[in-house]
T-cell receptor
Framework: SQQGEEDPQALSIQEGENATMNCSYKTSINNLQWYRQNSGRGLVHLILIRSNEREKHSGRLRVTLDTSKKSSSLLITASRAADTASYFCARANAGKSTFGDGTTLTVKP | GAGVSQSPRYKVAKRGQDVALRCDPISGHVSLFWYQQALGQGPEFLTYFQNEAQLDKSGLPSDRFFAERPEGSVSTLKIQRTQQEDSAVYLC????????????????FGNGTRLTVT
């Protein structure tokens, strides 16, 4: 079973809208990472947030972390058609990264 | 520089055949990982190397799966006597740091090998 659970499973929005995806996890973490996967490709690292951080920004991406609720969210602002992809959260322990099943985001032009 | 390279990109095998999947990590990357990704799911951990040492193989689903990295760079994932349930995308990833920092470093993934067992 996966340690990270993303929701929603699927999200469809219009270009220009914001997209929010959530991730819950079960055990304590040192950090949480978010990845993007375009269809037929490998995963691309987006952002890492440490357990002592509450919010982190990278361009149009904003990640929040609430360790008391064991949850994180990824916000993509002003979405573009090119943001269409699957998004995964992951946590690492002893070198092994554990991924959820992802949120599939579709951005309609 | 070049990213993680995997070959072949696609592999079709008849049930019972052996297959070998290759991964060329980013040059100088110490850590190398293999993941299995079923359709519509997230990657599932198979095994992890630091240089040539296989530190964790807890995710290998059966003794038909074997991975090696003899010189600490290129890695091969071998599946013997393939079964239909082995059909999946096999992803390789590498990262630079040694064990002490590996949890805090991003993984760099290849585009995977899509294995179809008929």
């Amino acid at each position: 079973s996966q340690q990270g659970e993303e929701d929603p499973q699927a999200l469809s929005i219009q270009e220009g809208e914001n997209a929010t995806m959530n991730c819950s996890y079960k055990t304590s973490i040192n950090n949480l990472q978010w990845y993007r996967q375009n269809s037929g490709r490998g995963l691309v690292h987006l952002i890492l947030i440490r357990s002592n951080e509450r919010e982190k920004h990278s361009g149009r991406l904003r990640v929040t972390l609430d360790t008391s609720k064991k949850s994180s969210s990824l916000l993509i602002t002003a979405s573009r058609a090119a943001d269409t992809a699957s998004y995964f959260c992951a946590r690492a322990n002893a070198g092994k990264s554990t991924f959820g099943d992802g949120t599939t985001l579709t951005v309609k032009p | 520089g070049a990213g993680v390279s995997q070959s072949p990109r696609y592999k079709v095998a008849k049930r019972g055949q052996d297959v070998a999947l290759r991964c060329d990590p980013i040059s100088g990357h110490v850590s190398l990982f293999w993941y299995q990704q079923a359709l519509g799911q997230g990657p599932e951990f198979l095994t992890y190397f630091q240089n040539e040492a296989q530190l964790d193989k807890s995710g290998l689903p059966s003794d038909r799966f074997f991975a090696e990295r003899p010189e600490g760079s290129v890695s091969t994932l071998k599946i013997q006597r393939t079964q239909q349930e082995d059909s999946a995308v096999y992803l390789c990833a590498s990262s630079l740091p040694s064990l002490g920092q590996v949890n805090n470093s991003p993984l760099h993934f290849g585009n995977g090998t899509r294995l179809t067992v008929t």
